[in-house]
């Protein structure tokens, strides 16, 4: 069993940064691929981007490489999510996830992760 809190969000103005944080309790951190994902009223949760146990391996979506990235301090149980260049489109509550399945052709879908923060919510005015 993992519990995990996500913090860090807030409102921000359009070209600013974020760094997102999720701390873990409960099994060892590094068993766990952790995954970032978000969800935009009315739309579906969307992957983001995603860290293997050891934080040697990264993945992340397609249309956000490059202003997102994912690490992992597992000697403070944590994963963060950095975020650059914030656009309006990138407001959404964003969720960590916990799994212990390595399978980076599944990673991006929100059914492989076993365990969910609540979510923090990242507004982004123009």
């Known amino acids: 069993q993992v519990q995990l809190v996500e913090s860090g969000g807030g409102l921000v103005q359009a070209g600013d940064s974020l760094r997102l944080s999720c701390a873990a309790s409960?099994?060892?951190?590094?068993?766990?691929?952790m995954g970032w994902f978000r969800q935009a009223p009315g739309k579906e949760r969307e992957f983001v981007a995603a860290i293997s146990g050891s934080g040697g391996s990264t993945y992340y979506a397609e249309s956000e490489k490059g202003r997102f990235t994912i690490s992992r301090d597992n000697a403070k149980n944590t994963v963060f999510l950095q975020v650059n260049s914030l656009k309006p489109d990138d407001t959404a509550v964003y969720f960590c996830?916990?799994?212990?399945?390595?399978?980076?052709?599944?990673?991006?879908?929100?059914?492989?992760?076993?365990?969910w923060g609540q979510g923090t919510q990242v507004t982004v005015s123009s």
């Open positions: 409960g099994r060892p951190f590094s068993s766990y691929v």
């Open positions: 996830a916990a799994t212990l399945t390595f399978d980076r052709w599944l990673l991006t879908t929100p059914q492989t992760y076993d365990y």
